[in-house]
């Protein structure tokens, strides 16, 4: 699985727009990029994930570079319940996902 | 439906003891996992299980042993607890076929001190 990078804390005003990146450069073809959430300490949530093209869903929108080495989670109006550490993982499609968790990125929504 | 539900939400254990972190999903998952979250850090994969019989080593096996039971179950065993296994643990399972990709779910944690 290719090692991915984020920026260790980011903050976002409340309502605003939370774009977080991630830098995925040595990912394979068939590697997906997904996205997670930690909440306090609650288990992870699922975010969204993607292959190449961009993806949104009702949490939130996943744009993935053309060259794939990059991606950004947006979190389009950001709320004081979206305060949480972000982890970006790619994993690839094979008959075995090991999801290898970085450090993440901890983005603190501000009043 | 309940998901991945882990037994016990909390552990105190003296060094050399052992126990076993139970684990179950009811959501017909043939992918299983567990995790360990040292404070303030990531997620690190400690085993895992592609399908029932099977088991892999992840990122930090040393100390560890997995079971897993059927395809419901995959326990997780500390044969001789030492104070660097103070951890939260978490076990996940998904979906896994061959060329598609699934989302992992999540319990909610077992706390464990090691004193």
């Known amino acids: 699985d290719a090692k991915t990078t984020q920026p260790p804390s980011m903050d976002c005003a409340e309502g605003r727009a939370a774009n977080l990146p991630c830098n995925h450069s040595?990912?394979?073809?068939?590697?997906?990029v997904y996205w997670y959430r930690q909440i306090h300490s609650q288990g992870p949530q699922y975010i969204i994930h993607?292959?190449?093209n961009n993806e949104t869903n009702e949490m939130a929108s996943l744009i993935i570079t053309e060259d794939r080495k990059s991606s950004t989670l947006i979190l389009p109006h950001a709320t004081l319940r979206d305060t949480a550490v972000y982890y970006c993982?790619?994993?690839?499609?094979?008959?075995?996902?090991?999801?290898?968790f970085g450090t993440g990125t901890r983005l603190k929504v501000l009043a | 439906n309940a998901g991945v539900t882990q037994t016990p939400k909390f552990q105190v254990l003296k060094t050399g003891q052992s126990m076993t972190l139970q684990c179950a999903q009811d959501?017909?998952?043939?992918?299983m996992y567990w995790y360990r979250q040292d404070p303030g850090m990531g997620l690190r994969l400690i085993y895992y299980?592609?399908?029932?019989?099977?088991?892999d080593k992840g990122e930090v096996p040393n100390g560890y042993n997995v079971s897993r039971l059927n395809k419901r179950e995959f326990s997780l065993r500390l044969e001789s607890a030492a104070p660097s296994q103070t951890s939260v643990y978490f076990c996940?399972?998904?979906?896994?076929?061959?060329?598609?990709?699934?989302?992992?779910?999540f319990g909610q944690g077992t706390r464990l001190t090691v004193v």
């Open positions: 996940a399972s998904s979906y896994d076929i061959q060329g598609a990709s699934t989302e992992a779910f």
């Open positions: 993607g292959l190449k």
């Open positions: 959501m017909n998952h043939n992918s």
């Open positions: 993982i790619a994993s690839r499609a094979s008959g075995t996902y090991k999801y290898i």
């Open positions: 299980s592609a399908s029932e019989g099977t088991t």
């Open positions: 040595t990912i394979s073809g068939n590697e997906y």
